[in-house]
């Protein structure tokens, strides 16, 4: 009996959780200026491992274009790379695998978390989008046309180009 007790994991201890930092801007709730209700967004983070948590924590406010679930669905081409796109991983991706990956999973957002800036100079070039930084994360407003995989005129209301640098940000509320 000592024997098992020996080998048998103490789930009272803490070793067995951890707490995942939620940044600010999900939880104080200010992605509700920035994203639709049920809206597609993109989380890129480092640690991929969190952006499930992230959206558990805001009630499920919005759909993950991806997610990690330690496998790579078959049929996904290129595999390896759509496997780092749906982790929230931009290392090594192209201006035209991110905006495939985008247009695909029609997303309304990127919500980007702990990249280095080179990152965040390749999301700009591929969504036609300046990001803005709030609550720990770089946002990026997609337009109606990319999200539907269209070109579009960057800058124009519909593409996206800042809709949330003005006051009240009213492309995320319509």
């Keep these: 009996m000592l024997a098992l007790l020996v080998i ?27 994203l639709r209700p049920g809206e597609t967004v993109w989380m890129v983070d480092a640690l991929h491992s969190r952006q499930m948590t992230w959206q558990a924590e805001t009630g ?16 996904l081409h290129p595999p390896a790379a759509q496997a780092r796109l749906g982790m929230g991983s931009v290392t090594g991706a192209t201006v035209a695998s991110i905006r495939a990956f985008l247009a695909s999973h029609r997303a309304g957002a990127v919500l980007m978390a702990e990249e280095p800036p080179r990152a965040a100079r390749v999301m700009a070039r591929a ?8 609550g720990g994360m770089l946002i990026f407003r997609l337009g109606a046309g990319r999200r539907a995989g269209r070109d579009h005129t960057p800058g124009s209301p519909r593409s996206g180009g800042s809709p949330c640098a003005r006051k009240a940000c009213p492309a995320a509320r319509s």
Excluded: C, K, M
Aim: aromatic share 14%; glycine share 14%; charged share 10%.
């Design 127 to 134: 969504t036609d989008v300046a990001g803005i930084q709030r």
């Design 60 to 75: 499920f406010s919005f759909r993950l274009a991806g997610g990690f679930f330690g496998v790579t669905p078959p049929g």
């Design 8 to 34: 048998l994991p103490n789930v009272a201890s803490n070793e067995w959780a951890r707490q995942v930092p939620v940044p600010r801007l999900l939880a104080t709730g200010a992605y509700h200026g920035y």
